[in-house]
């Protein structure tokens, strides 16, 4: 790696952790109470996304996001240390997610200052995801 190389990749890491460091950090446990693996997504601005999953039958996923500005802003850093904001997180069955996603509820994510929250998703025709309730440290 040249010098210049070094020099950029030290300044990618370091407006990361910059990012974190300034923001508070926030959890979210999705558990998986239904019959058949489970998959995530989370939907950002200008139809960018992330899987979360596939999560097993009776497993749990952990999305680790943070808090910005306005207040009740979540995002989740890029490799460059940008801020891509969290619009929505949907689950649905892995095998069927199109015709069976759902949003779970971030508002309480949103409203909170709350470090740690735990969600339960299973199928109800659609998957059904539980408003996330604040854990114990």
């Not at 693996?37 to 939907?43: E, G, K, N």
């Not at 039958?57 to 996001?65: D, R, W």
């Not at 940008?82 to 199109?98: P, T, Y």
């Not at 759902?102 to 025709?125: H, M, N, V, W, Y």
């Amino acid at each position: 790696m040249t010098r210049g190389m070094a020099t950029i990749v030290l300044a990618l890491a370091l407006s990361t952790g910059m990012a974190r460091a300034a923001d508070p950090a926030v959890a979210l446990s999705i558990r998986n109470d239904g019959p058949a693996a489970l998959r995530c997504m989370i939907l950002f601005g200008h139809w960018i996304t992330q899987d979360v999953g596939p999560i097993p039958p009776g497993a749990s996923a952990k999305v680790s996001m943070w808090r910005g500005q306005p207040p009740g802003a979540l995002y989740i850093p890029r490799f460059d240390g940008r801020k891509m904001m969290i619009e929505n997180l949907v689950c649905g069955s892995d095998a069927a997610w199109a015709e069976t996603y759902d949003q779970i509820p971030l508002l309480p994510l949103r409203d909170s200052a709350a470090a740690g929250f735990r969600t339960a998703c299973r199928p109800a025709g659609r998957i059904a995801c539980s408003a996330p309730v604040v854990t114990n440290p």
